[in-house]
C-alpha cells in the first residue's frame, strides 16, 4: 500500500486521485473489521451443520432422517445399492432362506478381482519367469503371500458358494416361471465359474497345476469329430496340431502358449464374459421380481390347470 | 524434394523388378550357353586344308662375339661324367641356336589336335637333352634319365603347376605334361645347381627351336597373317609379323644383338 | 488304519475345500429340510382346513397383524449383506493366514505326477473316465450336464413349490436333484479326492497309498460275455443293449410316473417329457454303468469301430 | 402354527443386529491385526535372530575387547613399539612449527580468497554471458559493438574490500583475474608443503599403528569398538546377496539371479572374529539354535577365493537362498523344493557341483570326504557299471577317436577329389590368372590333406597312449589257469570278504549254482598257455624285499589289526593259497607282461600262430604294438596299474617263493572244483557273469566288449526322487521310524545308524542303497535274473559317507556356466595331473599336498629311519627340469642297462618303479607338477655363470667347512660312503635341479620340504645378502655376493674329479671317479663324464 501511494506521489499528476484513494483505503480497512467478524460466524454457523452444505448435498442427495422415503431413497439414489428393490418382503431378509450365497459369490468375485488385479502387478505369463514370479511373491513382495492365498482360496470358496446357491435356488423352486431364463443364466456362470478357476490353476506353472491342466485338456483330445481321438475325430482328419485341444492350448503340449492362453482367459477373457452375464442376471432378478420367497406356500388344491 | 520421393518410392519396386528380371534373363542366357561352351571345351581340331598349307622358315642370327662357354665343374657328383659347358647362350657363326620360334598370333580361336607321340627329355651326362623343349599343351614328354645318378626334375612354371620329383638311374621314364601355354618354363635339378633348361609350352603344333646353325623351319600353316615371336632365354623375345598367301613359303631372318 | 495317510490327505491344502464342502452341505440340507418339514406340515394343516387357508399368512414363520408386509432394504437387507460380507472375509483372512497355497516343484513334462488329479471341482469327470471313454466323461458328459441343467425350469412343470422350501410338493424333482448332486457329483468329488490314489486306483480312507501297489483286474466286454465274437456282431448287441435300456426304462419310468406323478404327467407336452425322460434315463444310466465297472468287471457295453459305450 | 405367543415387536424389525456386528468387526479388527503381525513376524522370523544377535554380540565383543587391550598393551610395552613411537613423536615435533605457520597463512589466504572471489565470480558471470552472446551473433555490426562492450565492461575497475579491512581497488578485469589466480596458486603451493610435511609423520604412525595390527593375534580394540558400535547401530533389516549373472539358459527357475538371505539369520558368517556355537551360547547355557546360527564360516580360506559376494551361499550350500519365512523353507527341506540344503555330514557335496571334473579337492579340513568318495568311486570298480562323466573315459576316448580317425580319412578323399577338380578345371582355365587361383587352391587342399595325415598319425599315437591307459580294477581273467588255484575260485566267487576281508572285490550274493556256472566260464575261457618254470628262491631274502623295496604302499600284510600296508592293492596275506608260483614270478618282475597281446579291432587275443603266419617272431611290447594281421594297434600289456619294481629275476623269484608261503591252509586242502571243466555250464555261466557285469572290472574272454550294466551317475543327485526306486520301502522312508536294514554287518554301514527320520530322500537312498545294495529287492518276490545286481561293497560308514557325498554333489548344474570350474590354463594341468596321481597311488609313497600321510609313514619300519621315506614332492615342479622329469618318469633308474636300482636317490632301500606311463600320461604327470608350483612352461634354464679360479676357491673352502660337511650325507659314488648317505649325489644336480630353487632349499629346507634330514640355517641374512652361517672361510673377505649363489653355481659345475677331491680332502680315501657302481648316469652331464675318464 505504501509503496502504491509513494508510486503515485511520484507521478504527482492527480491530486484527487490521491485523496479517493485515502478514503478507499480506510474504508477498506473498516470493513474488515465489521465484515470478517460476521462473516467468521457464519462460517460456523454453516459448519456445525455439515450434512447442509453444497457439498455433501451434491454428493448425498437425500436427508438422512431416519423416515421411510429417506430409507427407500437410501436404496434408489444409490448405483451400487439400486439393484436391490426400496422395499423386500419380510422374510426374504432370513438368512434361513437365501443362505447368502448369490450375494457372497458376488462379493467373493469382487474380492478375486481385486486381489487378482494386485497379482498381475507380480506376474509374467512366460515359462521362464512365471514359476519364479510366484517364489517372487511369496518371498518378497509385502503381503504377497497373503494375497496368492486370499486369491487360491477365495476362488475355492466362490466355486462352493456358486454351487450351495445353486442348490438353493433349486430347493426354493425358484427357477420356475417367471424366473426360467435366469436360471439358464445361473448355470452359465456357473460354468464360468468352474472355468475360472480352471484356468487360473497353471497359472503357477507348478506340477500340481500342469499335470492338472495336462489331465483336464487331454479330455479335449476325445472330443467327438473336433478331437484327434474322438469318435470320428481321425475321419475329419482331425490330428493333435489341428484339434480343439491344440486350439485350447496353442499347441499339441501344455507349454509357454497354453499359460498365455489360460492367463489371457483367465484375467481378461472369461471376467469380462462373466460380468456381462452377472449383469444380466442382477438384471434379471429384479424385471422377474425380485428374489422368488419366502413366498406363502401354494395349495394342490389351489392350482388351476391351464386348459389344454 | 517431393518428387525425389515420389521417384525413390516408385523407383524401388521397379528396381526391384528389373532385378528380378535380370536375374531371370540371367539365368536364361546361361543355360543357353552352355551347350554352346561344350564343343570349346574340346580339343576338336579346326580341320586345315592341306593343300593350301604354306611354310616359313629362315635364320636366327647373332651380332657380336659370343661369349665363351664356360665350362662347370662337375666334380660334385662324380657320376657325372663327361664335360659340360654353361649352355644360356650356344652361338657360332653368327647364328644363334636355342631360340624358340613360334606363331605367337593369327591363328584365332583354332585348336589343333594334341599329338600322340611324347616329346623325350633326356637327362644324361648331368645334363639335358635337348636344352630348349617345345611341346604343344597336353602333350606327353617323356623324361629319361640315362645318367648314373639320380636326378630330380623340377619346374618351376608360372602359370602351370609346380612339381619336383626324383628320379633315380634305371628307372621307368616320367611321363608328364603341360597343361598351359607358357613360355620359356624353367626346369631344373636341385641335386646338380648346373642342369637347366627350358620348356616352351605352346598351343599350336607350328614353332621350332634353332639349331647351332640358327636356322629354323615351321610347316603346314594354313595362310593368314601371322606373328612369329623369337624368343631365347637371354636376349629375349622379337616378333615379326609375316603374311603368308596359300602354298607359300617365306624366310624370316632375326638378329639378335647382346 | 493308517491315520497318517489319511491325515495327508485330508490335511493337503488343496483338499481343504472339499473337507469344508461336506459339513456346510450337510449344514445346508438340514438347514433345507427343517424349513421344507414344517412348510409340508403348514401345508397339510391348511389343505385340511380350507377356512385357515383363507386367512393364513401361509408361511411357517410368525406373524402378527399389523407387521408390515414388506420391510425396508436399507437398513434391514443391507445390514444383514454387510455382515455376511464381513463374516467371509474373516473366514478368508484366517484361511489365507493360517494355509498357504500350494506351489510345488517346477512343472516338468517328463515327470508324471502320479497320481495326476485335476482341480477338485472337476473330479467327478475325471472318475468318469474309469467307466466311460473320454470322450463320454469329458466332452459329451459335462455338456449333457450344462443343458440338463438349463432346461430344468422347462421341463419342470409342477408350478407348486416356487419361493419356498418343500418335499412333499416336488418329491420327484427334489430327489433328482439331490440324485444329480450329492450321489453324483459330490460324492464323485469325494471319491476322487480321498479314494482315488497311485495310479488311480481305489484305497478305501485309512489304506496306505503305495505307489507299487499292482492290482489284478480284467475287465471284459458285455458282448464278450455273451461270447459274441464279430465287430459287426458287436455294434448291432451294443445298439439293441443300449436302446433297450432306455426302452425298458423309458417304459419303467413312464408306468411309474404315471401313476405317483399323474399331474405333472398330464401338464407335460411331449417334448418336455421325452427331454425329461432322456435326461433322466442318462443320468441313471451313470450309475448302473459304475455298477457293471466296479462289481461286474465290465468295460464297454456296445462296441463300434469309432467309439465304444 | 400351532398356538404360539405372538411377540409384541416384529422381529424382522426390531431385533438389532449390533452385537453381531460389534462381534463381527471385532473379529475382523483383530484378524487384519493378526495379518499385520504376521506378515511383519510371523513370517519374518529373521528379526527374533537378528535381535538375538544384537544382544549375544555386543556381548562377545565387549569380553573379546578386554582381552585385545591386555594384548595391546602387551605389545605396546616392547621395545620395538617404543622406537616407533619415540619416532613418530620425534618427526612430528621437529614438523609442528612450520605446519602451525602454514596453516596461520593458508587461513589468511583463504579468507583473502573468499572476498576477491565474491566480486570476480560475479563479474566473470556477466564477461562469460556476454562472451556467449558475441559468440552466437550472426550480424557482424553488433558482434562488433557487443564486443566493444564487453571490452568497456572489463577495463571497468573494480572495487574489493580485504578481510583486513582495507579496500582495495583492481583496475580491469583481467587485473582483478589475474589477482584471484595469483592467490589460488598460492594456496596450493602451501598445501603442498604441507602435506610434504605431514607425509613422514604418518609414515611414522603408519609404522607404529601396523606393529601394533600385525603383532596382535586378534583385532585390536579400535577395530573391535568399531564392530561394536556396527553392532549396536544394527536395524532389524534382510541382509541379501544378490548374484546377478544374467544369463538366459539358467535351468533352475530363479537362479538368473542368485538371491540369497541366509546372512539375515546367519549373521556371523562374514564377521572378522572367530565366532564358534560355544562362544554364542548364552552364559552357562549350552549352544541354542541361535548360537548354532551365530557361528563365523568355519572355512575362511574357501570364503575368499569363493566371494560371498560373488557366488552367494545357495550355489554351493543349496537351499532356498530367497525364502526368508521359516527355517524349514530357507534350508529348503520341504517336499517340493528341488534343492535342499546339504546336510550337514555331507556338506562338501556342493563342491562336486562345480568341481566335477577335479579327482582332488581339498581345502584345508574341506574336501578330504569328497576326495575320497571320488577315490572309491574309482578304486572300488563303480565305474566298471555305472558311467560317470570323467571317470574310465579311455574306452571312450578310444571310440571317439577311431570314429575321428575315420572322418579325416574320408575329409582327405574329398579333399582329393576336389584337388583333383580344380586342377582340371585350371587346365581349362579361360585366363592364367584364374589357372593360377585355381591351382594354388588344389596346392592348398593338397597341403591341408598333408596336415591331416600328419592328424591321423598323431590320433593314431594317441589310441597307442589310450591303449596303454586302459586298466581295469581287477585282475585279467584270461590268465586264470596261469594263476590260480582253480579249486580257489569258488570259494572265493562266494564271499570275497571271507577270504580276504579287505578285497575291493564285492559281494554279489551269488548262489551255488551260479558260482559253479561263472567259475566254469572263467575257468573254460581262460588262455592255456604254458608259462617258464622257475627254480624255488629264497623266501628269507624274499620277505626283506617285500618289506622294503615299497611293496606295501599298496599291498598290505596280515590281517585285522596286524595289518600292514596300503589298501590300494590286494591284500597278501594268502595269497599262496590261490597263486601259482610260476605267474607270481612273473607278474612279480613285470606285472604289465601279457600272455597273448589283444586285438581290440579283430577282438581276439593274438597267439604265436598269427605271428607265424606273417613269418614274424612272437615278440609283443609297447615298441612292437602292432597287430600282424592288420596292423592295428594291440593291447600289449596287462591291463594293471601295478608297476614293475625292475626286480632282476632271482629276486622276483625270493619274493614269489616268500609270496607263495603266505596262507593259511594248504592249497591242496580246497574242495575239487573239477566241475568247472564241464562245457554244459559255460553258457549259463557266460549269462551270469553278463547279467553281472563282471567284465566292468575284469578282462574276460569273450565279453571285452560288454558295456555298462548300471545307470549313469554324472547326475545322480538332481535326478527326482521320485525316479529313485524305493520299492516297497517307499513308505516307510517317508515316515522313518523303522530301518529296514536288519543285517547287523550292514546296519553298521549306515553312516547316521538306523533311521529315524524319515529318509526318504537322495541321502536316504544312498546310504541305504551302498549299505545293503539289494536293500529294494526287500519283501519282492523276483526270478534271480531280475534280482538287484548291485553287489555288496563293504563299505565302512565313512566310506558310505564319502560316496554319498560325491553323489549328492553330482548334479546336473543349475548354476550359471561361469561357475563351473573348467580352467584352461596351468589349473587345468593341475586338475588333469591329480587323475593320473590319483590312478598310480603315488600318493601311498609320496607327499603331495602338506598334510597328507602316505602308507609307508605310517608302517613301523620307517619310524626310526624317515630319511629313508621316498622324498616329499611339495615342490617338485620348481626343484626339477621338467626335461629331466620326463625322462626321469621313463625310466627312473636313469639306466638302460643297469636297471635294478633307484637313479637318484641310490641310498633309499624304497624303490622308485617303472609305471610305463604313456606319452599321455607322461605329459599329464610333468605339467602337472609344473603347474602345482606356477612353473612357466615350458622351462628355459637359466644360464650359469662360470666360476673364476677364486670363487671356485671360496666355494669349495664353503662346500667342505667343517660347519657344512655337505658330502657327510650326500652321496658321493663311494659304496662304502653311500651306504650312509642320506641324500643325493651332487653330480645329479645339473641337468636336474633348477638354481633358483636349490638356493631356496640351501637357504631353509625345512620350510619346502618339513622334517628333511638337510639342516635349516645354514645361512644367515646379512645386508641383505645370504651369509654363511658358520665361520666363513677368510677368502671370502670382501665379497659382497651371496654366498648361497656361489655354491650353487659351483655345484653345477661340480666334476666327479672335484668332489673327489674336495671328499679326499674330508678325509675321505676313495672317491667318486673310482667308484665302480657309479654307472655314468645320463642325467649328470658333461661334469659326470669328465670325472669317468
Known amino acids: ?308 | 524434394m517431393k518428387t525425389k520421393t515420389w521417384i525413390r518410392i516408385l523407383g524401388l519396386p521397379v528396381l526391384s523388378g528389373l532385378i528380378v528380371l535380370a536375374g531371370c534373363g540371367k539365368k536364361e542366357t546361361e543355360t543357353a550357353e552352355q551347350p554352346a561352351a561344350q564343343p570349346a571345351a574340346g580339343p576338336a581340331a579346326t580341320p586345315i586344308d592341306p593343300a593350301t598349307v604354306a611354310s616359313v622358315s629362315g635364320t636366327v642370327k647373332f651380332d657380336g662375339a659370343a661369349p665363351p662357354a664356360s665350362k662347370i665343374d662337375m666334380s660334385q657328383d662324380p657320376a657325372c661324367k663327361g664335360t659340360n659347358t654353361v649352355e644360356n647362350i650356344v652361338a657360332g657363326g653368327g647364328h644363334l641356336a636355342n631360340v624358340f620360334v613360334y606363331v605367337k598370333e593369327g591363328l584365332g580361336n583354332r585348336s589343333f589336335e594334341i599329338p600322340k607321340e611324347a616329346i623325350t627329355l633326356d637327362q644324361s651326362g648331368c645334363k639335358y637333352h635337348p636344352h630348349v623343349l617345345g611341346v604343344m599343351a597336353g602333350q606327353t614328354v617323356k623324361i629319361v634319365n640315362s645318367d648314373p645318378t639320380t636326378h630330380n626334375i623340377h619346374p618351376t612354371p608360372k602359370d602351370n603347376r609346380e612339381w619336383n620329383e626324383s628320379q633315380a638311374p634305371k628307372t621307368a621314364p616320367l611321363e608328364k605334361n603341360f597343361a598351359r601355354e607358357e613360355i620359356l618354363l624353367p626346369v631344373k635339378c636341385n641335386q646338380h645347381p648346373w642342369m637347366k633348361m627350358y620348356v616352351n609350352v605352346v598351343k599350336s603344333p607350328f614353332y621350332a627351336v634353332t639349331g647351332a646353325d640358327g636356322k629354323f623351319d615351321i610347316k603346314g600353316l594354313p595362310p593368314g597373317d601371322y606373328t612369329l615371336a623369337f624368343v631365347h632365354e637371354k636376349f629375349g623375345e622379337q616378333d615379326q609379323k609375316v603374311t603368308l598367301a596359300a602354298k607359300d613359303s617365306k624366310t624370316v631372318d632375326v638378329t639378335f644383338k647382346p | 488304519m493308517d491315520w497318517k495317510q489319511l491325515w495327508q490327505i485330508l490335511s493337503a491344502p488343496d483338499n481343504i475345500p472339499i473337507v469344508a464342502m461336506i459339513p456346510l452341505l450337510a449344514f445346508y440340507i438340514f438347514l433345507a429340510w427343517r424349513q421344507a418339514h414344517a412348510n409340508d406340515v403348514l401345508i397339510e394343516q391348511l389343505a385340511g382346513d380350507p377356512a385357515l387357508a383363507k386367512t393364513h399368512h401361509r408361511k411357517a414363520w410368525p406373524f402378527k397383524p399389523g407387521w408390515q408386509k414388506e420391510v425396508h432394504v436399507w437398513p434391514f437387507l443391507l445390514r444383514v449383506e454387510f455382515l455376511a460380507a464381513i463374516i467371509v472375509t474373516i473366514i478368508l483372512m484366517v484361511w489365507s493366514i493360517t494355509l498357504n497355497a500350494p506351489l510345488e516343484e517346477p512343472a516338468n513334462p517328463n515327470l508324471t505326477m502320479n497320481p495326476a488329479k485335476v482341480p477338485w471341482y472337476f473330479l467327478g469327470l475325471q472318475e468318469m473316465l474309469v467307466y466311460f471313454d473320454p470322450w463320454i466323461a469329458g466332452v459329451v458328459m459335462p455338456t449333457l450336464i450344462i443343458i440338463g441343467l438349463m432346461v430344468i425350469p422347462y421341463i419342470d412343470t409342477n408350478p407348486l413349490g416356487c419361493g419356498y422350501y418343500t418335499w412333499k410338493q416336488r418329491k420327484f424333482a427334489i430327489g433328482t436333484f439331490l440324485f444329480g448332486f450329492i450321489i453324483l457329483w459330490v460324492s464323485m468329488i469325494f471319491i476322487g479326492t480321498f479314494i482315488r490314489g497311485p495310479g488311480w486306483q481305489w484305497f478305501w480312507p485309512g489304506q496306505t497309498w503305495d505307489h507299487n501297489r499292482l492290482i489284478y483286474e480284467v475287465n471284459r466286454d458285455l458282448p464278450d460275455i455273451f461270447g459274441i465274437t464279430s465287430n459287426w456282431a458287436k455294434g448291432v448287441f451294443g445298439a439293441i443293449v443300449v436302446g433297450g435300456y432306455f426302452t425298458l426304462g423309458g417304459l419303467a419310468v413312464n408306468a411309474f410316473f404315471r401313476r405317483h406323478n399323474a399331474k405333472d404327467f398330464k401338464r407335460m407336452s411331449l417334448l418336455q417329457y421325452s427331454i425329461m425322460m432322456t435326461f433322466f434315463l442318462t443320468m441313471v444310466a451313470l450309475p448302473i454303468k459304475m455298477g457293471l465297472r466296479l462289481l461286474f468287471h465290465i468295460k464297454y457295453v456296445w462296441i463300434t469301430p469309432w467309439f465304444n459305450v | ?1093
Open chain 1, 1 to 308: 500500500m505504501a509503496e502504491e501511494n509513494k508510486g503515485n506521489g511520484n507521478n504527482g499528476k492527480s491530486v484527487g486521485l490521491l485523496d479517493r484513494v485515502k478514503t478507499g483505503v480506510k474504508e477498506d480497512l473498516a470493513s474488515l473489521t465489521t465484515d470478517l467478524p460476521a462473516k467468521a460466524k457464519e462460517q460456523v454457523e454453516i459448519l456445525k451443520k455439515p450434512t447442509k452444505t453444497q457439498l455433501f448435498t451434491s454428493i448425498f442427495r437425500h436427508k438422512h432422517d431416519d423416515t421411510p422415503r429417506n430409507r427407500a431413497l437410501g436404496v434408489l439414489s444409490n448405483v451400487f445399492l439400486h439393484l436391490h428393490p426400496a422395499k423386500i418382503n419380510r422374510d426374504a431378509v432370513r438368512y434361513s432362506y437365501t443362505w447368502g450365497m448369490g450375494g457372497i459369490t458376488f462379493y467373493l468375485f469382487f474380492v478375486l478381482t481385486l486381489t487378482g488385479v494386485l497379482l498381475m502387478f507380480y506376474y509374467h505369463p512366460s515359462k521362464v519367469q512365471a514359476f519364479r514370479d510366484v517364489l517372487y511373491l511369496e518371498h518378497d513382495v509385502p503381503y504377497g503371500k497373503l494375497l496368492r492365498n486370499m486369491h487360491r482360496w477365495a476362488a475355492h470358496l466362490m466355486v462352493i458358494a456358486v454351487e450351495l446357491h445353486m442348490f438353493r435356488v433349486f430347493l426354493t423352486g425358484s427357477y420356475k416361471k417367471p424366473r426360467e431364463f435366469n436360471w439358464t443364466v445361473g448355470v452359465i456362470l456357473l460354468v464360468l465359474t468352474l472355468l475360472l478357476s480352471f484356468t487360473g490353476y497353471l497359472l503357477p506353472d507348478d506340477q500340481l497345476g500342469f499335470w492338472a491342466v495336462t489331465v483336464g485338456t487331454n479330455m479335449a483330445r476325445a472330443t467327438p469329430l473336433l478331437g484327434h481321438e474322438g469318435p470320428f475325430g481321425s475321419q475329419l482328419g482331425m490330428t493333435p496340431y489341428n484339434d480343439v485341444r491344440f486350439g485350447l492350448l496353442g499347441g499339441s503340449i501344455v507349454d509357454a502358449n497354453a499359460l498365455l492362453r489360460s492367463y489371457i482367459w483367465h484375467c481378461i477373457g472369461i471376467p469380462i464374459i462373466a460380468s456381462v452375464f452377472m449383469i444380466l442376471h442382477f438384471w434379471r432378478v429384479r424385471k422377474d421380481g425380485g428374489i422368488s420367497g419366502p413366498a406363502p406356500v401354494v395349495l394342490d388344491s389351489e392350482i388351476k390347470e391351464a386348459k389344454k
Open chain 4, 1 to 1093: 402354527m400351532p398356538e404360539k405367543p405372538i411377540p409384541e415387536n416384529d422381529p424382522i424389525v426390531s431385533k438389532s443386529l449390533a452385537p453381531h456386528y460389534v462381534i463381527s468387526m471385532v473379529i475382523l479388527m483383530a484378524t487384519l491385526f493378526w495379518a499385520l503381525w504376521d506378515e511383519d513376524f510371523g513370517q519374518r522370523p529373521w528379526k527374533a535372530f537378528q535381535h538375538e544377535w544384537k544382544d549375544r554380540y555386543s556381548t562377545f565383543l565387549k569380553n573379546a575387547r578386554t582381552q585385545s587391550r591386555e594384548s595391546q598393551k602387551e605389545i605396546e610395552g616392547s621395545a620395538d613399539y617404543q622406537k616407533l613411537k619415540q619416532d613418530y613423536e620425534a618427526a612430528s615435533q621437529n614438523a609442528a612449527p612450520r605446519i602451525k605457520e602454514i596453516n596461520e597463512k593458508l587461513h589468511d589466504l583463504g579468507a583473502k580468497i573468499l572476498a576477491v572471489q565474491n566480486v570476480f565470480t560475479d563479474r566473470r558471470a556477466y564477461v562469460n554471458a556476454s562472451t556467449y552472446d558475441i559468440e552466437t551473433e550472426t550480424s557482424p555490426s553488433a558482434k562488433q559493438r557487443k564486443q566493444r562492450n564487453l571490452d568497456e565492461y572489463k577495463k571497468e575497475p573494480s572495487t574489493v574490500e580485504m578481510p583486513d579491512g582495507k579496500k582495495q581497488t583492481f583496475k580491469s578485469f583481467d587485473e582483478l583475474e589475474e589477482t584471484y589466480n595469483d592467490l589460488k596458486n598460492e594456496r596450493t603451493q602451501l598445501s603442498a608443503e604441507l602435506g610434504e610435511l605431514i607425509k613422514p609423520v604418518n609414515e611414522k604412525k603408519e609404522l607404529m599403528d601396523s606393529y601394533l595390527t600385525d603383532h596382535m593375534v586378534n583385532l585390536t580394540p579400535s577395530q573391535l569398538t568399531n564392530l561394536q558400535n556396527g553392532v549396536e547401530a544394527l536395524t532389524p533389516k534382510i541382509r541379501q546377496i544378490n548374484v546377478s549373472e544374467h544369463n538366459a539358459d539358467i535351468v533352475r527357475e530363479d537362479s538368473s539371479n542368485i538371491v540369497d538371505r541366509c546372512e539375515s539369520c546367519h549373521m556371523g558368517i562374514r564377521e572378522p572374529v572367530n565366532l564358534t556355537a560355544t562362544s554364542m551360547a548364552l552364559k552357562g547355557k549350552k549352544p541354542d539354535e541361535y548360537a548354532r546360527a551365530f557361528t563365523s564360516h568355519p572355512e575362511r580360506d574357501l570364503l575368499k577365493i569363493h566371494d560371498p559376494d560373488k557366488f552367494g551361499c545357495s550355489p554351493c550350500h543349496q537351499g532356498n537362498g530367497r525364502a526368508t519365512t521359516s527355517v524349514e523353507k530357507a534350508h529348503g527341506t520341504y517336499e517340493h523344493w528341488l534343492w535342499p540344503i546339504f546336510p550337514r555330514g555331507n556338506f562338501e557335496a556342493g563342491c562336486q557341483i562345480c568341481h566335477a571334473a577335479d579327482i582332488v579337492l581339498v581345502s584345508n579340513d574341506v574336501g578330504w570326504a569328497l576326495s575320497e568318495g571320488k577315490d572309491l568311486f574309482r578304486q572300488r570298480g563303480c565305474m566298471g557299471c555305472h558311467r560317470y562323466e570323467g571317470y574310465d573315459k579311455e574306452p571312450e576316448d578310444l571310440l571317439s577317436i577311431g570314429q575321428e580317425i575315420k572322418l579325416l580319412e574320408q575329409q582327405k578323399k574329398d579333399n582329393l577329389k576336389q584337388a583333383t577338380d580344380f586342377m582340371q578345371q585350371a587346365d581349362k582355365a579361360e585366363s592364367n590368372d584364374e589357372a593360377n587361383r585355381l591351382n594354388d587352391r588344389a596346392v592348398a587342399l593338397k597341403v591341408t590333406n598333408s596336415k591331416l595325415d600328419l592328424r591321423i598319425v598323431q590320433l593314431d599315437r594317441t589310441t597307442k597312449s589310450l591303449l596303454q591307459d586302459l586298466k581295469k580294477v581287477g585282475p585279467n581273467l584270461k590268465d586264470v589257469r596261469l594263476k590260480l588255484n582253480r579249486n580257489w575260485i569258488p570259494v572265493w566267487l562266494k564271499k570275497p570278504t571271507d577270504f580276504r576281508a579287505t578285497t575291493k572285490m564285492p559281494n554279489f550274493r551269488l548262489n551255488d549254482e551260479q558260482i559253479k556256472a561263472i567259475s566254469a566260464y572263467i575257468w573254460q575261457s581262460g588262455l592255456k598257455d604254458s608259462l617258464p618254470k622257475h627254480k624255488p628262491g629264497n623266501a628269507a631274502h624274499g620277505k626283506e624285499l617285500v618289506e622294503s623295496r615299497g611293496c606295501l604302499a599298496c599291498h598290505s600284510l596280515g590281517e585285522g589289526g596286524q595289518l600292514q600296508g596300503g589298501t590300494f592293492a590286494a591284500n597278501l596275506t594268502r595269497v599262496g593259497e590261490k597263486a601259482n608260483y610260476d605267474y607270481l614270478v612273473r607278474w612279480v618282475h613285470n606285472a604289465r607282461e601279457r600272455t597273448r597281446p589283444f586285438c581290440p579291432y579283430e577282438k581276439k587275443d593274438i597267439g604265436p600262430e598269427d605271428y607265424k603266419k606273417k613269418g614274424l617272431p612272437f615278440v609283443y611290447d609297447l615298441d612292437h604294438s602292432k597287430c600282424p594281421n592288420d596292423g592295428h594297434e594291440l593291447q600289449v600289456q596287462n591291463m594293471t596299474v601295478m608297476p614293475s619294481l625292475r626286480l632282476s629275476i632271482p629276486d622276483a623269484e625270493d619274493i614269489a617263493s616268500y609270496l607263495i608261503t603266505l596262507k593259511k591252509m594248504e592249497p591242496s586242502a580246497y574242495t575239487d572244483a573239477s566241475f568247472m571243466d564241464d562245457p554244459n555250464l559255460k553258457d549259463e555261466g557266460k549269462k551270469w557273469i553278463r547279467n553281472f557285469g563282471c567284465a566292468g572290472c575284469h578282462e574276460i574272454s569273450g565279453l571285452e566288449d560288454e558295456g555298462r550294466i548300471g545307470t549313469e551317475l554324472t547326475a545322480e543327485g538332481s535326478k527326482p526322487v521320485e525316479r529313485l526306486d524305493f520299492a516297497l520301502l517307499t513308505e516307510v522312508a517317508q515316515r522313518g521310524g523303522h530301518e529296514p536294514i536288519t543285517d547287523a554287518e550292514d546296519l553298521a554301514r549306515l553312516p547316521e545308524g538306523p533311521a529315524k527320520e524319515p529318509w526318504y530322500d537322495h541321502k536316504g537312498f544312498f546310504e541305504h542303497k551302498l549299505a545293503e545294495p539289494n536293500i529294494w529287492d526287500k519283501g519282492k518276490i523276483k526270478p534271480e535274473i531280475e534280482k538287484l545286481r548291485m553287489p555288496n561293497l563293504h563299505l565302512t560308514k565313512e566310506q558310505i559317507r564319502s560316496l554319498t557325498t560325491f553323489l549328492l554333489g553330482s548334479q546336473e548344474n543349475p548354476l550359471p556356466p561361469n561357475f563351473q570350474y573348467r580352467p584352461l590354463d596351468y589349473r587345468r594341468d593341475i586338475q588333469e595331473g591329480w587323475w593320473v596321481v590319483k590312478k598310480y597311488n603315488c600318493m601311498g609313497c609320496h607327499q603331495l599336498i602338506p598334510g597328507q600321510k602316505t602308507i609307508l609313514m605310517g608302517m613301523a619300519r620307517y619310524q626310526e629311519a624317515q630319511e629313508q621315506l621316498p622324498p616329499k614332492l611339495l615342490t617338485e615342479g620348481a626343484r626339477v627340469d621338467p626335461e629331466w622329469m620326463l625322462r626321469f618318469l621313463k625310466n627312473p633308474a636313469l639306466n638302460d642297462k643297469d636297471t635294478n636300482r633307484n637313479g637318484v636317490r641310490s641310498y633309499l632301500q624304497v624303490r622308485m618303479p617303472t609305471f610305463s606311463f604313456s606319452e599321455n600320461e607322461l605329459g599329464k604327470l610333468v605339467r602337472f607338477f609344473q603347474a602345482l608350483s606356477r612353473q612357466p612352461f615350458p622351462y628355459i634354464p637359466e644360464e650359469v655363470p662360470m666360476l673364476t679360479a677364486k670363487e671356485t676357491e671360496m666355494a669349495r673352502s664353503l662346500f667342505s667347512s667343517t660347519a657344512a660337511p655337505c658330502l657327510k650325507c650326500h652321496a658321493t659314488g663311494d659304496p662304502a660312503h653311500d651306504r650312509v648317505a642320506t641324500a643325493p649325489n651332487f653330480l645329479q644336480a645339473r641337468g636336474r635341479l633348477k638354481p633358483d630353487w636349490m638356493e631356496r632349499w640351501m637357504i631353509d629346507p625345512q620350510a619346502i620340504s618339513p622334517g628333511t634330514s638337510m639342516p635349516s640355517g645354514l645361512f644367515r641374512r646379512e645386508n641383505n645378502h645370504w651369509v654363511f652361517s658358520g665361520p666363513i672361510p677368510s677368502s671370502f673377505q670382501g665379497y659382497d655376493k651371496d654366498h648361497t649363489r656361489l655354491l650353487v653355481d659351483y655345484i653345477l659345475q661340480l666334476t666327479a674329479e672335484e668332489q673327489r677331491r674336495v671328499a679326499a680332502a674330508m678325509g675321505r680315501a676313495r672317491a667318486a671317479a673310482d667308484s665302480p657302481s657309479f654307472g655314468g648316469s645320463n642325467g649328470t652331464g658333461k661334469a659326470g663324464r669328465a670325472g669317468i675318464k
